[in-house]
């Protein structure tokens, strides 16, 4: 800073309206004496660090709102829905929902290969930006990675309740045990699968957990009510935010980042083995692993988009999610969008250029057969939809940023339809052919696992601080953000 | 070195870790004990715990218990099978028994005619568990009121006063025409009380009966020999639809092109809709109906008008009632080219004496059937076929009908002629044309007592229900077309409070106070049982009677010869081959009145349904779950129309139209029938019962009161109709998704003609190979199963899926399941048309079925079962190793490993895994899960309902839900077999066909053949090194362990 008078850049932002998402050029400033270029403040609305942790614990402490609580009955009637589902799954057999022969797969696999899709955002955004010092992370990393460990948890009943036979569901673990000399077929994806979910979300817990042990004792010296008090001390660990303490975090939470970004691409490069170590034709590709790595994070940037779009709203965050984090993920959005549309149209072409008569016919089915409008909506919300993020204004508005991110959901629940659906319904044997209908309890278990979804999400909201407060207050600019002159002198009051 | 007891050593110190043995010896020589104190505590221990355990929570049993030693003899063999031979309606079979119950009827293999059962015999094992029937007596009362039950005494009261009383007035209706002891029992029932017999049958036809007797005269009609026929002509030829006599195991011996190279069979048809038979055909020709007559008489003027060949040539007036039909005549008014009657003249010309002409019964019961087999006739006696391609014995019966003598029975009641009715096996009611109003002239009779196992459309209008055992519970005799006679021998002891219906008569009779045999056999039997306490069947007696008296007059001892009957099933009496005497001309009068008329407006077909066939045993799921053989269609009726007539009416399989006929009008579910005529519309019947019981009832429509009668028979094709389409759509629950298939892009059924056969015995096997596999190869020391299906042999018939149902305990899941896809079936069939090949090739609207294909189709069968491949794609899948290959070749499916993540059945490429949705053999009683899954009580009702699960093979697991199952070679006979080898001292070694799968068992035309292709001796490894051999999906590198022989078409 060149002169003590001159007012910080950032002071003047109050709210999204104030954001351009342009650097801002402070004149004078740079090394030649020319401007020089300052990104827009991540946080908005002249917050001091006080402001944060009222803003953010607020949630914490207070009883919830009517909006929450609404919010809540909603997600938590479709979780009934799921239990309810569930019962009768369980008692009467796999019989109830619409899979069939030769359509084996259906909801479930479709839904599990969803929603572990939708839980790689959360570790991409934590762990992959963090190593690239992408900043504007912050202010959704904490939320992406909750997302992240909910979304997995419904991928995990999946697998499970698509068992004939899930009180056996415990035989895949490859733990020693009393029943001879058996063990499991290590020649099988869908073992190779119960270790790579289960790595996966035991990685992302940890890393969730230590990252919110600071604000765990923010809130835990905040609190009040003895109780409060106990449990948050407890559940922070004892942290006393001392010199050694940070040390210590940052250099556990740089591990544990540089632990977790691998997993990012394993774990649906394997979910994508489930199909491609299969012989069907459709799913024997050796495109399969980046093609599901790349459709999981742009699934998984849409569900955070689509979850900060309400957070921001219902907690009144717009100062520390503002427009510029949305315009980020927009942008990440749209690339995959890409990427995952250049996927689809290899497909096809190695399915012409094989020559085989099998895989040619299962992509021609897939676009042009009686399952076409699930392509149809698949192509049109995966590669086409996410095109409107060119232009400036759409990226830069949350209503078409939440209908444009919730498209890209539903196009990408369709793909993996698309993938299990019409690759299995019409496959070698033309005798064999046959359709995929779902019944009432598909859907039920479908919009159930958005219950389960929610209700943790919500649960989430209301006991942990869903803003990451201590790498907040670590973007911001300081000069703004240390004190303000009211609160000083509250305090010397 | 050994230690010296001198050598003094100190003494060792005590080694805890050796075990210390106190070895205790008794003085008999009995088992040194070997106990230790720790052992010792250990086996008090758990004894006292035992004993504790045994006073405090267990009880004595309440239930009460059977005594092992009043079983029969043989059922002391527990754990083995036992067989029976019988006859179940007209074909031998053996009856397979465990612990007593019959589970399987198998083929007779010593049966010098018929040695598989076809469907219905196959699933009458089912029947005699069928939870609906009668368990005893019942007063009926015509339905007034529900049925009661009533003793065998007081119904016997009834019965016996009522014959007394009513002599002279009395008529016994039977569907039932069983053998000469049966024929004798009812000829001295009809004698002791002046008493009436009515044989009927609903599928029978008079009309073929009367032109043969119009052509030759009072002789035995010959049946057709197909394996000594190189040319078939059929005009809706039906016999490989409804085979009789060992007709399909016939044909498929003509068809073996390594045999019979130059000299194949070959089969041209010409029929209106596409029968199985017709399917089966090397060419085949679309023609309705009303026009067979013309086709064939074209044929006749053809060969004896034009090329003067035959002795018919010379008869009077043969010239003026075969001139109307001159090959140019007849081709202009049917549609079909003249060229192509002149060369199927030509090839007839040239097999004379080599070639049988046929029609079938579906075709000949129209109006101008009579004309039609007397073509057929004409054209056998012109040809020299008599003697020479057909089977001439003096006891062949002549066939008669029914529903003129319905009629005359109807006229009698109608007339108070009749007072007494008995009804045994009939159900006019249920099959008579309703035009007959056989229901109001039964009103009539004061007493009307059906024999019937259930309270069927008939016998609940009766008055009572002398409830009858199955035919597996009953003695009787049978009578196999030609010549041969077998015995009707129960296999297990009545089930329920019932009696066989020829024990009832006889008894009755005798009670009434019939004299002679009648009384004979009753006192007989009534003696047996006072001797040892057996089941009163006076029929035995009877049928062992009469048979000693008739068929063992020469023997020694006829007490063995009767032994050896019953022992081996049947009886051959031979039977003089009778000349046939000259071709009447008279009967070329029935042709003068036949007019070549052109074609006008739709004709409809009623065809018997090919598992129901008359739907006599219509509460039976394996046959209603049965998908029929060209429509693959279960659990349901349909109509079948052209494609083209179906496309241009704007139709979906299953959209309702509405079908006029003899001024009735009937709604049915559309169905889009490759190769039927375009004027013809098709129907099955035998569907439709009302009272059937709980699984059979309501089911589809029931089209037999719609029939109307012409010159004393049902009119069943050629009826003329009006269509419309309606409202609504009944979901037809079709077994199969695709119907074509293009053989150059998918080489899924290995095919070739005749000459190109002769020119590479290898054409039609080409196949797009596989890479390299990166598995290792299985090692198979002794024994690798094998499996060979000769599709040249292979007629599409279905017997082979109702033997895998019975022997596997595979379970019936009812229509819903059928919809959603999810039929258990291990095998199935699955029927294609071939596309034909196209300039250019056909792109993927070839699977739409264009009107190009199936217009005109060249129908494929592939039997389709799980191929236990080398490479077995679905068993790297399964992460719980719960699919494995066995060491001998086996791909095995462990039920109790299994968890069922289905994956194995998504990346088996032939889709032959079938996965338990639900508990289907179990009753689920939670009354609020059957209300939200309604299906759970279905399953309960057509699987485990009363004493249904007897049926189930203990050799076999019954699956839980949530396990995949799928075919496994019969691991259970191999296993069996295996034993045996090893208790003969064999070690192991398996001798070839000793292991005989059930499909195989039951395929009459013996296309599946399976051994051990390690063996290069054994009839597998013959036929799998033949060069028609074809693994399919070669391009998927699995490596089937069953191969397909070339169907070879004789085509050019």
């Known amino acids: ?493 | 070195m050994p230690k010296h007891p001198d050598n003094h050593e100190p003494a060792k110190p005590i080694d805890f870790t050796e075990e210390i043995v106190h070895r205790v010896e008794f003085p008999d020589g009995s088992e040194p004990l070997a106990l230790d104190r720790r052992e010792f505590f250990r086996m008090a221990g758990a004894a006292s715990a035992a004993v504790a355990l045994a006073t405090t929570g267990c009880q004595i049993p309440t239930e009460p218990i059977v005594p092992y030693v009043n079983r029969p003899e043989e059922q002391r063999k527990i754990g083995k099978p036992m067989f029976y031979a019988t006859t179940l309606g007209n074909i031998p079979a053996l009856v397979r028994t465990r612990e007593g119950r019959p589970i399987l009827v198998e083929g007779n293999p010593s049966h010098p005619r018929i040695q598989t059962p076809n469907l219905r015999a196959q699933a009458a094992v089912l029947d005699l568990y069928d939870p609906d029937r009668a368990t005893g007596p019942l007063s009926v009362r015509r339905s007034k009121g529900l049925p009661k039950p009533v003793g065998w005494e007081v119904l016997t009261k009834k019965a016996t006063d009522a014959l007394q009383e009513s002599r002279g007035k009395i008529a016994l209706l039977t569907s039932y025409e069983g053998g000469p002891a049966t024929q004798d029992v009812l000829k001295e029932f009809s004698k002791a009380f002046d008493a009436k017999i009515f044989h009927v049958s609903p599928l029978e036809n008079d009309r073929e009966t009367l032109a043969w007797k119009s052509c030759f005269g009072e002789v035995p009609k010959p049946l057709p020999r197909f394996d000594k026929a190189e040319l078939v002509v059929g005009f809706g030829a039906e016999f490989l639809d409804f085979p009789e006599n060992g007709m399909d195991a016939d044909y498929a011996e003509r068809r073996d092109p390594e045999k019979r190279k130059n000299t194949l069979g070959r089969l041209i048809a010409f029929e209106g809709r596409l029968s199985l038979t017709g399917a089966n055909a090397d060419e085949r020709i679309r023609l309705r109906p009303s026009h067979m007559a013309a086709a064939a008489l074209a044929l006749a003027h053809e060969i004896i008008m034009v090329r003067r060949i035959g002795p018919a040539a010379s008869l009077e007036n043969v010239r003026e009632t075969l001139a109307p039909f001159a090959v140019e005549n007849v081709a202009r008014t049917t549609g079909v080219e003249a060229k192509t009657f002149k060369r199927i003249a030509d090839e007839l010309v040239r097999k004379q004496g080599k070639s049988v002409v046929i029609s079938g019964s579906t075709a000949t019961s129209q109006a101008h059937g009579e004309a039609l087999e007397t073509a057929v006739a004409l054209l056998n006696y012109t040809l020299g076929n008599y003697p020479k391609t057909f089977d001439i014995r003096s006891n062949t019966p002549l066939r008669s009908g029914g529903v003129k003598r319905l009629e005359t029975l109807a006229d009698e009641l109608r007339a108070g002629r009749i007072d007494v009715l008995l009804v045994a096996g009939a159900n006019p009611l249920y099959d008579a044309p309703a035009s007959l109003n056989f229901a109001q002239a039964m009103q009539k009779a004061k007493l009307v007592i059906s024999f019937a196992d259930r309270v069927d459309e008939t016998a609940r209008m009766a008055d009572f229900l002398a409830t009858a055992s199955h035919p597996l519970e009953s003695w009787g005799d049978a009578r196999t077309d030609a010549g041969l006679f077998g015995v009707v021998q129960p296999s297990i002891r009545p089930l329920y409070d019932t009696h066989g219906w020829l024990d009832v008569l006889i008894s009755w009779s005798a009670l009434a106070g019939a004299k002679g045999p009648l009384a004979d056999a009753h006192k007989a039997s009534l003696d047996h049982v006072m001797q040892k306490a057996l089941v009163h069947n006076p029929a035995y007696h009877y049928v062992k009677t009469y048979w000693s008296a008739r068929f063992f007059t020469g023997q020694i001892d006829q007490e063995q010869a009767w032994r050896d009957v019953l022992k081996k099933g049947w009886i051959d009496l031979g039977g003089t081959r009778a000349p046939l005497p000259a071709f009447r001309a008279s009967a070329l009068a029935t042709l003068r009145n036949y007019k070549l008329s052109e074609g006008k407006g739709l004709e409809l077909e009623c065809f018997p349904n090919h598992a129901l066939y008359d739907g006599s045993q219509g509460n039976n799921g394996w046959l209603l779950e049965f998908p029929d053989p060209i429509s693959r269609v279960a659990w349901g009726d349909w109509l079948a129309m052209a494609p083209s007539r179906f496309d241009e009416m704007g139709l979906e399989n299953g959209d309702l139209v509405e079908v006029a006929f003899n001024g009735s009008s009937w709604k049915l579910p559309a169905f889009r029938q490759a190769g039927m005529h375009r004027d013809v519309l098709a129907a099955p019947l035998g569907w439709g019962r009302s009272h059937a019981g709980q699984i059979g009832s309501e089911v589809g429509r029931n089209l037999f009161p719609a029939l109307q009668v012409s010159d004393g028979a049902p009119v069943r094709s050629g009826i003329s109709a009006t269509l419309k389409k309606a409202n609504g759509n009944e979901p037809l629950a079709i077994c199969q998704g695709g119907d074509v298939l293009d053989r150059v892009r998918r080489p899924l059924v290995p095919v070739a003609s005749l000459s190109s056969y002769l020119a590479d015995p290898a054409s039609g096997t080409g196949q797009t190979p596989g890479g390299e596999s990166i598995w290792p190869k299985h090692e198979s020391k002794d024994i690798r199963w094998g499996m060979t299906i000769d599709l040249s042999r292979c007629t599409g018939c279905g017997n082979c899926v109702v033997a895998c149902q019975a022997e596997n305990n595979i379970p019936v899941v009812g229509k819903r399941g059928v919809l959603d896809g999810r039929e258990m079936s291990w095998m199935r069939i699955d029927r294609y048309y071939d596309a034909p090949e196209k300039k250019g090739g056909w792109d993927d609207s070839v699977f739409q079925a264009p009107p190009e294909v199936v217009e005109e189709p060249k129908t494929l069968f592939q039997p389709m079962l799980c191929q236990h491949c080398e490479n077995a794609p679905c068993e790297t899948v399964c992460p719980f190793v719960a699919t494995m290959h066995s060491e001998d070749g086996l791909n095995q499916q462990v039920y109790n490993r299994c968890v069922g993540t289905r994956y194995c059945a998504n990346n088996c490429p032939f889709k032959v895994r079938r996965f338990n949705w639900f508990d289907y053999q179990k009753p689920r009683p939670n009354l609020l899960f059957q209300v939200l899954i309604p299906e759970i009580k279905r399953h309960a009702t057509l699987n485990v309902r009363g004493k249904m699960q007897m049926k189930n093979n203990p050799e076999v697991t019954v699956r839980y839900r949530g396990v995949m199952e799928k075919c496994s070679f019969c691991v259970q006979r191999i296993m069996d077999a295996r034993e045996k080898a090893r208790r003969e001292g064999r070690k192991g070694e398996l001798r070839d066909g000793e292991v005989v799968p059930a499909c195989m068992a039951a395929c009459p035309s013996k296309a599946i053949v399976f051994g051990n292709v390690l063996d290069s001796a054994s009839n597998v490894s013959r036929t799998g090194k033949s060069p028609r051999a074809m693994k399919i999906l070669e391009i998927t590198n699995v490596i089937p362990s069953i191969a397909y022989l070339t169907k070879v078409r004789n085509e050019k």
Not at chain 1, 9 to 14: C, G, L, N, S, W
Not at chain 1, 138 to 159: D, Q
Request: net charge neutral; with cysteine; hydrophobic share 50%.
């Open chain 1, 1 to 493: 800073m060149k002169s003590e008078t001159m007012k910080s850049p950032y002071e003047t932002f109050a709210g999204d309206s104030d954001l351009h998402g342009v650097p801002i050029a402070v004149e004078g400033v740079g090394p030649f004496g020319g401007s020089e270029l300052i990104s827009e403040p991540l946080v908005t609305g002249n917050k001091t660090y006080a402001d944060v942790d009222r803003d953010i614990a607020f949630h914490v402490e207070n009883f919830p709102t009517r909006r929450w609580w609404i919010c809540f009955f909603i997600a938590g009637s479709m979780l009934g829905l799921l239990l309810f589902s569930l019962a009768t799954l369980f008692y009467v057999g796999e019989g109830v929902v619409g899979i069939n022969h030769p359509v084996g797969w259906g909801t479930f696999i479709v839904n599990f290969v969803f929603w572990i899709g939708i839980g790689h955002a959360g570790t991409l955004i934590s762990a992959v930006l963090f190593l690239f010092r992408q900043k504007w992370r912050t202010a959704i990393n904490r939320s992406a990675e909750a997302m992240t460990l909910f979304a997995v948890a419904c991928a995990g009943i999946f697998p499970i309740i698509h068992l004939g036979r899930p009180w056996f569901a415990y035989w895949l673990m490859p733990i020693p045990n009393g029943r001879g000399p058996l063990w499991i077929n290590f020649n099988s994806a869908l073992a190779w699968d119960i270790f790579a979910i289960s790595t996966y979300g035991t990685i992302s817990a940890v890393f969730w957990y230590v990252g919110l042990l600071p604000d765990l004792a923010t809130i835990r010296d905040r609190a009040t009510h003895p109780w409060r008090r106990k449990l948050y001390h407890w559940l922070s660990l004892g942290w006393t935010g001392s010199n050694r303490a940070w040390k210590h975090y940052e250099a556990a939470y740089l591990i544990l980042a540089a632990l977790a970004t691998p997993l990012v691409f394993s774990v649906h490069t394997i979910v994508s083995f489930d199909f491609a170590t299969s012989i069907m034709p459709g799913w024997h590709t050796t495109i399969f692993p980046p093609y599901f790595v790349i459709g999981a994070i742009f699934s998984g940037f849409a569900m955070v988009l689509t979850l900060m779009v309400f957070m921001r709203q219902v907690f009144n965050l717009k100062n520390y999610i503002t427009i510029n984090h949305m315009e980020a993920m927009a942008k990440i959005i749209m690339l995959t969008g890409m990427l995952v549309g250049l996927a689809y149209s290899t497909e096809f072409f190695v399915a012409w250029y094989s020559g085989s008569e099998y895989e040619g016919f299962v992509f021609r089915n897939r676009a042009f057969g009686p399952y076409g409008w699930s392509y149809f909506i698949m192509f049109t919300c995966n590669a086409i939809i996410p095109q409107f993020f060119w232009i400036k204004k759409i990226r830069r508005n949350p209503y078409t940023l939440l209908v444009i991110a919730i498209l890209v959901n539903v196009g990408m629940w369709f793909e993996r339809y698309v993938i299990i659906v019409t690759s299995l319904h019409r496959d070698f044997l033309p005798s064999s052919w046959g359709m995929y209908h779902m019944t009432f309890f598909d859907w039920s278990i479908l919009i159930g696992s958005f219950g389960l979804f929610f209700t943790l999400f919500l649960l989430f909201v209301r006991f942990l601080p869903s803003i990451a407060m201590s790498e907040v207050k670590g973007v911001m600019d300081p000069e703004v953000a240390r004190c303000r002159p009211e609160d000083d002198a509250s305090e010397e009051a």
